[in-house]
């Protein structure tokens, strides 16, 4: 089992910054795919970016240019800078993992997520 710890949601104005944390525990050997996720009040979860193995990166079109995604070297921590935030962005954020090392199947792993509020 993998167990991931969201952090550092909040609340702030549009145009400003947040960054969020997920720090993988337990059998990490089983999550080479780290990804973060969001879902908005009455809307479907999308997908906001994700790492593979061997580290790339790919952003939803909606955050490209304004988010960025990285990991520590043990691979265990997945943070997320947030710049140029939007009220559109306002959602429950969840990290996810994944046991398929190029991010090609469903995520078995997620966090409880971290609520980013983002106000006009």
């Known amino acids: 089992q993998v167990q991931l710890v969201e952090s550092g949601g909040g609340s702030v104005q549009a145009g400003g910054s947040l960054g969020l944390s997920c720090v993988a525990s337990?059998?990490?050997?089983?999550?080479?795919?780290m990804a973060w996720f969001r879902q908005a009040p009455g809307k479907e979860r999308e997908g906001v970016t994700r790492?593979?193995?061997?580290?790339?990166?790919t952003y939803a079109h909606s955050v490209s240019g304004r988010f960025t995604t990285s990991q520590d070297p043990t691979g265990n921590t997945l943070h997320l800078q947030m710049n140029s935030l939007k009220p559109e962005d306002t959602a429950m954020y969840y990290c996810a993992a994944s046991s398929n090392r190029w991010c090609e199947s469903d995520f078995e792993y997620w966090g409880q997520g971290t609520q980013v509020t983002v106000s006009s």
């Open positions: 337990g059998a990490t050997y089983n999550a080479p795919c």
């Open positions: 790492i593979d193995i061997l580290g790339h990166v």
